[in-house]
């Protein structure tokens, strides 16, 4: 038996098994042989450990081989199936077990130690220089009394949730949750002030919710509408140059109008047996509709002049959520890629130390300007 057939009957896979198959038989294998599962100082947890480090080995040569498109070639025009009428593959499951415990790793396997990491630097970098684009825009914003806060919070909740990716599935639900709600704190303060602020920091709530979730696209059309109901409502209110309540009154107007008109085109479609979805006017026409009256209900030009007043305030609130939700999205990332090598803990030491080194570094370039 070659090294390649060696690593991948670890996996239980056949030889010849493409890069994604490798990658999802590692998630299987590690999820049931992960040490921590078993009871502490046990002989079960002995053997975990040892068959975990049998697999991340495995894992680690597989990827290696696999990830070179030259290397890929060869491997998949020497490693053939077994035909599955063979005693081979009849009894491979079973043998696999034995080979990968009795068995020690081929001498002259390319890497290093089964322990070898694999860390995400360009991950990791991405979340540094976004959390210190956070820190230095939170300290920056004229909020200075929820900066530290709103920073502590992203920072722990984040590093959390990425750490534990593996475990817990609503990993990126939460984290989401969180960037969203401080992404509209930052956007909604700097456009109109706490009221708004509050207003957005909710509707992001709501929106990393849907984004950390498979949410259907009438859900997603709701929140999206009301949102920018309240952005131009909250726009108008916090610049004072339109009227916030002729807003949300001329977004529901129209979102009623525009679903009606929808409907009523959706029905002459659906007479003329087009092969249009039903229901696609009613739901343009809501959205559609909402935006446009709360767009009108303002005032004549005045989210224009919001806009125009409010300036780099607005543009400056904008940059920092699209910094927040980016520099969650990297630390989210980065995690799922440590898990692969390290446990919960060291995973979560690495990235809360990046992104709170690029927070204290944001910091300290605020000030020091």
């Not at 999206?224 to 807003?247: N, Q, Y």
């Not at 949300?248 to 525009?258: F, K, N, S």
């Not at 990332?333 to 927070?359: D, M, P, R």
Request: hydrophobic share 45%; aromatic share 12%.
């Amino acid at each position: 038996m070659d090294e390649i057939e060696y690593y991948y009957r670890i996996l239980n896979l056949q030889p010849g098994a493409s890069l994604d198959d490798v990658k999802q038989a590692y998630r299987n294998l590690a999820l049931i042989w992960h040490p921590d599962r078993y009871p502490h100082d046990s002989r079960l947890q002995a053997e975990a450990e040892q068959k975990f480090k049998e697999i991340n080995y495995a894992y680690v040569y597989l990827r290696s081989r696999l990830s070179d498109p030259q290397v890929s070639v060869y491997v998949r025009r020497t490693s053939q199936p077994a035909p599955s009428s063979s005693p081979e593959a009849t009894d491979f499951n079973f043998q696999t077990a034995r080979v990968a415990r009795d068995s020690p790793p081929p001498v002259d396997s390319p890497v290093s130690s089964p322990d070898t990491p694999l860390i995400p630097w360009g991950w990791l970098t991405g979340t540094f220089l976004g959390y210190t684009l956070i820190g230095w825009i939170l300290t920056m914003l004229s909020i200075p009394l929820w900066n530290e806060i709103l920073a502590l919070i992203l920072w722990l909740t984040s590093a959390i949730s990425a750490s534990s990716g593996k475990r817990f599935e609503h990993s990126w639900f939460i984290a989401l949750m969180v960037a969203g709600g401080i992404a509209g704190w930052v956007a909604g303060n700097q456009a109109g002030g706490i009221v708004t602020g509050t207003v957005w920091a909710v509707i992001g709530v709501v929106l990393g919710a849907i984004a950390g979730s498979e949410a259907k696209i009438k859900a997603i059309l709701w929140i999206l509408t009301i949102a920018g109901i309240s952005a131009i409502a909250g726009l108008v209110a916090g610049s004072k140059t339109g009227d916030w309540r002729g807003a949300l009154l001329g977004g529901m107007l129209g979102a009623l109008i525009g679903t009606t008109m929808g409907m009523v085109s959706d029905k002459a479609f659906s007479e003329a047996k087009t092969r249009s979805k039903i229901g696609a006017g009613s739901v343009f026409g809501f959205g559609f509709g909402a935006w446009l009256g709360a767009w009108a209900g303002a005032g004549q030009n005045a989210v224009i002049r919001a806009i125009e007043k409010t300036g780099l305030e607005v543009i400056f609130g904008t940059w920092g959520a699209i910094t927040v939700i980016s520099g969650v999205i990297a630390q989210m990332v980065s995690g799922e890629k440590l898990l692969e090598s390290f446990n919960e803990f060291y995973t979560f030491i690495i990235l809360a130390t990046t992104s709170g080194l690029g927070l204290s570094l944001g910091y300290w370039l605020a000030n020091r300007g």
